[in-house]
Structures are given as C-alpha cells and as structure tokens.
C-alpha cells in the first residue's frame, strides 16, 4: 500500500486493527464484520500488527518479548503460575521452542537471550513480525517495515517477507520505497487524501495516470 504523506495509509492499518473507530463503512475480514472492535479481539480474529515506531519490551530478553505474544496458555493464569503442574511445564517448554523457531525464520535466534533493546532498529522490526506470528495472525499489517533500515538491512528484511509469502503468510504492508514494493507485491492500492486510486498489479499501477499526478505532481496525460 502506497501514497503520498497524509493519504491515510497508517489510518487505514488502524481502522483494521481496532485501534481507530469507523465512523462508517463496514470492516469484514473472512467474511466477518471486525469493526469497532478492540485490538485485543481483533488479534484473537487472526490479525497482527506492527507500527512505524516499534513497541516492544525493550529490558525483556528478545525470547520472552515473543513468548509474551503466543496464544493464551494455562500459564498465564495465577494458579498455573502458583501450582506448575506437569501440564504447565510443558506447555512453557512447548511456548518457548516456537518461540525459538520464530526467532529462527527472521533470523534473530543467536539473539534471543539480549534484550531487545540492544537490538538494531532493522531487527527490532523483525522482532515484531516474530511477535506477528506467535499470535498465529493469517493476516500481518506491517507499517513500514523498510523504513530507516540500512541497505543491508533492507534485503534482509526483502528476504523475511519473501519466506513468510512463500510460506503462505499474507501481507499488507506499507512503505515509501516504491522499488521495494513493486518488487515483493502480487497488488499495490494506491491512495490519495482517503480515496483509493489505483488497485492492481505493479505493472499496470506504474502506468496509472492518477497514480503517477498524485505522486510527480504532473500532469494526467503523462505517459
């Protein structure tokens, strides 16, 4: 998802996300209406998100900012925490090896016992998509996942999102870098001041009159 400054992209990962109310409109994600709910239910519906500004529990060790992410367990209750049965250890046992493998798949695993705020801020980004993925989201809003990130940085998180697509993850994200969005996106949507103006693959957008007015501030008869 694209646009100039102020066209209501992060406004529209809010609106999703249960973080802003619709004053109108539906939301419906898997047929479902969604809007107006709060985040917390929204991320039960099998929605993550991430922000332009990372949240993360920067003094906690990276392993246990996503452990804190996972679905619901026994050992989250007092009891549990009080009396850890056998059902309960495991279960942790079981909570901290996804963990490891998620941090595996962005590659943070040689990472996980630092605190997170020792992280880089290309690797806090990929913390969170770890974070996305222990909540079991069928659907990742990712708010510029490439911005600020050094080149380097940049083609590992390229990589990241290739592996999560190839591996059937589905991803809505938006950036400035048009090059990099052309490149890992099935479709881009295009919008302007609330008003989508374009939805369609990479190739036919590129050619979009509107499209290349909003952002070139030229003319719509430019070829």
């Known amino acids: 998802m694209v646009g100039?400054?102020?066209a209501g992209k992060t406004t529209l990962f809010d609106l999703i996300g249960g973080f802003v109310q619709p004053d109108s409109g539906e939301i419906l994600?898997?047929?479902q209406p969604i809007g107006g709910l709060p985040p917390e239910k929204i991320a039960e519906r099998g929605i993550g998100r991430t922000f332009q500004s990372v949240r993360l529990f920067l003094q906690m060790p990276v392993l246990e900012n996503v452990m804190l992410a996972s679905e619901n367990s026994r050992g989250e209750t007092l009891a549990a925490a009080l009396f850890r049965s056998r059902g309960?250890?495991?279960?942790?046992?079981?909570?901290?090896?996804?963990?490891?493998?998620?941090?595996e798949t962005v590659g943070l695993r040689?990472?996980?016992y630092k605190p997170?705020?020792?992280l880089?801020?290309?690797?806090?980004?990929?913390?969170?998509?770890?974070?996305?993925?222990?909540l079991g989201a069928e659907l990742m809003l990712l708010d510029e996942p490439l911005a600020g990130l050094a080149p380097a940085m940049v083609r590992e998180m390229k990589q990241v999102m290739r592996q999560l697509r190839g591996a059937g993850e589905t991803i809505v994200f938006i950036d400035h870098n048009i090059q990099a969005v052309m490149e890992l996106s099935d479709v881009v949507v295009v919008l302007s001041h609330g008003t989508k103006l374009a939805q369609d693959a990479p190739k036919v957008v590129q050619q979009n009159r509107d499209v290349?007015?909003?952002?070139?501030?030229?003319s719509s008869s430019v070829s």
Request: charged share 25%.
């Open 88 to 103: 309960v250890i495991e279960q942790e046992a079981a909570c901290r090896e996804r963990a490891l493998e998620l941090l």
């Open 120 to 134: 880089s801020q290309g690797q806090k980004k990929l913390l969170e998509i770890a974070r996305c993925l222990a």
């Open 212 to 218: 290349i007015q909003a952002f070139l501030g030229r």
């Open 116 to 118: 997170a705020g020792h």
């Open 29 to 31: 994600f898997k047929s």
């Open 4 to 6: 100039p400054n102020g």
């Open 110 to 112: 040689d990472s996980a």
